[in-house]
């Protein structure tokens, strides 16, 4: 009986991820076509506005632990940390976001899922955390919607390193593992919908049936 039912809901579970990686490359194959033409422009702005290439690529810890590289607009030059209004321009809206409609398409990434970290925070989940890792990454998210203002709070702190890394992050952890259990279809429209309408979630109520 047991045996049955963990078949049973393995079977389910790989659905439900079929299904998911099907509304993913739709999704994504889409939003590259019709911000085709702006994605140009903002990544010839980020190029001229940074002096520089005008991508940003960076290693990050994806499905199962394995690092991929992910694609970002630039925000900053290479040898300055200062934001100009472009580049500030582009955070605030999160359109610097957008090249990871690419990693969507590549498999690396998934449109709603826990926003992916550099080496040395979910690689180094244990216990239950780590089926995390089960989810492909995502461009938007629970957690990434609540800490929206993540850099503003950051900002506030003496120590903004220990802060994300005693606070911030066990939140997202917390935040992400409930996803975890909760993700279903219309959750991740739910998801898509708050982050194109700029809204906020409260997290306390999201995840309520």
Same mark, same amino acid.
């Given at each position: 009986?047991? $045996? ?8 389910? #579970? ?22 085709? *033409?702006?994605?140009?422009?903002? =990544? ?5 506005? $940074? ?14 632990? /394995? ?17 100009? $209004? ?14 990871? *409609? =690419? ?29 995390? *890792?089960?989810?492909?990454? !995502? ?15 950051? *900002? ?11 606070? /911030? ?25 708050? $982050?194109?309408?700029? !809204?906020? #979630?409260?997290?306390d109520n999201f995840f309520k049936d």
């Amino acid at each position: 009986m047991l $045996t049955n039912r963990m078949f049973l809901e393995g079977k389910y #579970c790989g659905r439900k991820m079929f299904i998911k990686r099907i509304m993913d490359v739709l999704g994504a194959l889409l939003g590259l076509i019709i911000m085709a *033409l702006p994605a140009m422009a903002l =990544w010839l702005g980020a190029a001229v506005s $940074t002096h520089s290439g005008g991508m940003f690529m960076q290693k990050r810890i994806g499905r199962w632990g /394995i690092p991929f590289t992910i694609y970002k607009f630039r925000t900053m030059g290479k040898d300055s940390y200062i934001i100009n $209004t472009f580049s500030a321009f582009l955070r605030r809206n999160k359109l610097d976001e957008l090249p990871q *409609l =690419w990693n969507v398409l590549k498999g690396d990434m998934s449109i709603v899922g826990p926003r992916p970290d550099i080496p040395g925070y979910y690689d180094m989940l244990i216990g239950e955390n780590r089926k995390i *890792l089960e989810l492909r990454p !995502g461009i938007t998210g629970p957690a990434s919607l609540k800490y929206s203002n993540e850099d503003q709070i950051l *900002l506030l702190q003496e120590n903004p390193m220990e802060y994300n890394d005693t606070v /911030i992050f066990p939140d997202k952890v917390k935040i992400n593992l409930q996803y975890y259990k909760k993700q279903n279809f219309w959750l991740d429209i739910k998801i898509i919908y708050i $982050t194109l309408s700029g !809204g906020k #979630c409260n997290i306390d109520n999201f995840f309520k049936d």
